[in-house]
């Protein structure tokens, strides 16, 4: 499992597939700030402040295949 420092982080998701989108999930992730749309195909950026703990994200049309998580410290 990756580990990562507390503090803020810019995170840059490429969706190019609009059958999977990216679902992040964890502590500091409110709503739909850590979630890109199936349909679409598209950039994000959204700017982070991450907390100690373990963040996981996955694709909901996929979410056996395609997930992984790193932890926080």
Partial sequence: ???LRRGS???VVRD???RDN???FGKTIIGLQGVTSIPARKTVTWNLRLAPGTYRYRSDA???KMRGSFRVV
């Fill in 1 to 3: 499992m990756t580990k």
């Fill in 22 to 24: 990216f679902h992040m």
């Fill in 9 to 11: 982080y810019r995170m």
């Fill in 62 to 64: 996929h979410p056996r």
């Fill in 16 to 18: 190019r597939s609009a």
